[in-house]
């Protein structure tokens, strides 16, 4: 390809991209969130899930977890703890909510390192992981900030200064409620608390590790920051909580939760 239709043709697919891929001038590969976790960071909670579950109740993963939407279903096993494993099935129809399963965390900066598989159970398996506060005022649910994995690509959110914030997530319904288009303002605004890149899932073991240091987030798989973002909900003062949002099924095989500070 000559150099002007190649110029052309990365300048006419760039915007479509919208993309925010970690700069490999920022992050070369031996920046490792896991290493600088371990070296900086106190491990305040470890969980290799080898134990069985007790029913299918809210306490029933056992180790301090909480199933936020397990007494809604109790005829339903979501969770199971099987082989050093916790197999993640969520009962989404019938609890009218994907599983939210979460454990106390408490952090400024710091993170979680996630060892996960999509086990190709169902179609369009997917993963939210990220930090929840109840305790401040002001945010939907608490819902902080995600990282958020689908079979196509991978996101990070600040929900807290964005779609969770009440004052936005009130104006931002009453077009949803009326189908309507979201104002050029709002959908800008939203715009900015969100970024995406590509990515094919598959049914591997990877080792995910989501971190947040000041008003940034990176989320890291295998060892490499794949997309990072800048947002000031991602600043929050306290993860209070780290959770997992589950539309269908993912199996987990060990969580480490580390607190820089
Ligand atoms: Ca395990």
Same mark, same amino acid.
């Given at each position: 390809?000559?150099?002007?239709?190649?110029?052309?043709?990365?300048?006419?697919?760039?915007?479509?991209?919208?993309?925010?891929?970690?700069?490999?001038?920022?992050?070369?590969?031996?920046?490792?969130?896991?290493?600088?976790?371990?070296?900086?960071?106190?491990?305040?909670?470890?969980?290799?899930?080898?134990?069985?579950?007790?029913?299918?109740?809210?306490?029933?993963?056992?180790?301090?977890?909480?199933?936020?939407?397990?007494? /809604? +279903?109790?005829?339903?096993?979501? #969770? $199971?703890? *099987?082989?050093?494993? @916790?197999?993640?099935?969520?009962?989404?129809? =019938?609890?009218?909510?994907?599983?939210?399963?979460?454990?106390?965390?408490?952090?400024?900066?710091?993170?979680?390192?996630?060892?996960?598989?999509?086990?190709?159970?169902?179609?369009?398996?997917?993963?939210?992981?990220?930090?929840?506060?109840?305790?401040?005022?002001?945010?939907?649910?608490?819902?902080?900030?995600?990282?958020?994995?689908?079979?196509?690509?991978?996101?990070?959110?600040?929900?807290?200064?964005?779609?969770?914030?009440?004052?936005?997530?009130?104006?931002?319904?009453?077009?949803?409620?009326?189908?309507?288009?979201?104002?050029?303002?709002?959908?800008?605004?939203?715009?900015?608390? /969100? +970024?995406?890149?590509?990515?094919? #899932? $598959?049914? *591997?073991?990877?080792? @995910?590790?989501?971190?947040?240091?000041?008003? =940034?987030?990176?989320?890291?798989?295998?060892?490499?920051?794949?997309?990072?973002?800048?947002?000031?909900?991602?600043?929050?003062?306290?993860?209070?909580?780290?959770?997992?949002?589950?539309?269908?099924?993912?199996?987990?095989?060990?969580?480490?939760?580390?607190?820089?500070?």
């Amino acid at each position: 390809m000559n150099t002007t239709l190649t110029l052309l043709t990365t300048f006419l697919l760039a915007p479509l991209a919208t993309l925010h891929a970690a700069d490999p001038k920022q992050f070369p590969p031996s920046h490792n969130d896991a290493g600088w976790l371990r070296e900086k960071g106190t491990l305040i909670f470890h969980d290799p899930f080898e134990r069985e579950e007790t029913g299918n109740g809210m306490k029933a993963i056992g180790n301090g977890w909480e199933s936020a939407t397990a007494d /809604r +279903v109790p005829q339903i096993k979501q #969770a $199971d703890l *099987d082989s050093g494993i @916790l197999k993640i099935a969520s009962a989404t129809k =019938e609890a009218g909510h994907a599983a939210h399963i979460h454990h106390d965390a408490g952090f400024t900066d710091g993170g979680a390192v996630v060892r996960f598989k999509f086990p190709g159970l169902n179609k369009d398996e997917s993963l939210q992981l990220g930090f929840v506060d109840r305790e401040t005022k002001g945010i939907h649910a608490g819902h902080l900030c995600y990282g958020i994995l689908s079979q196509s690509n991978i996101s990070l959110m600040d929900s807290k200064t964005g779609d969770m914030n009440l004052e936005i997530r009130q104006r931002r319904q009453e077009y949803l409620d009326r189908k309507e288009k979201l104002p050029a303002d709002l959908d800008a605004l939203l715009k900015t608390k /969100r +970024v995406t890149v590509p990515w094919n #899932a $598959d049914t *591997d073991w990877h080792e @995910l590790v989501l971190v947040t240091e000041g008003d =940034e987030m990176r989320l890291s798989l295998d060892g490499k920051v794949i997309i990072h973002h800048r947002s000031e909900g991602f600043a929050h003062p306290m993860k209070r909580w780290f959770s997992f949002l589950v539309p269908s099924t993912v199996w987990i095989e060990d969580v480490k939760i580390w607190k820089v500070n």
